[in-house]
């Protein structure tokens, strides 16, 4: 019957999904924000256009997920996964801002 979650869970990795990404929007964001409920995970991106400085803008969020902690945990586990591939191509992710900068006076 259509619709059936299978089970065998074995079965769900081995479906191939059609996607269609022809009226997706892209943003680039370099802030998230984490909340959530007990049964929800909610995601807020934005661009906050001054990363280093300390001053009082606002940042806007663009862009909001929600999604289950389940769904959460399967995201997490794929982006360590693409992220431990980048880091063994190319070296350690150095995410302290302040270790990256180069001071050129």
């Not at 769900?12 to 007990?38: E, F, H, M």
């Not at 997490?76 to 190319?90: C, D, G, M």
């Not at 070296?91 to 180069?102: L, M």
């Amino acid at each position: 019957m259509s619709g059936d979650i299978p089970n065998d869970p074995n079965t769900l990795s081995q479906q191939q999904l059609q996607l269609d990404d022809s009226d997706v929007a892209a943003a680039y964001v370099n802030y998230c924000r984490i909340t959530g409920t007990p049964e929800e995970i909610i995601l807020d991106f934005g661009l906050n256009q001054v990363p280093l400085g300390n001053s009082q803008q606002t940042i806007k969020i663009s862009n909001r997920i929600v999604t289950s902690f389940y769904s959460a945990k399967r995201m997490l586990l794929t982006l360590q996964t693409a992220i431990k591939r980048y880091e063994n191509a190319f070296g350690e992710i150095e995410t302290d801002v302040q270790k990256r900068v180069v001071n050129r006076q």
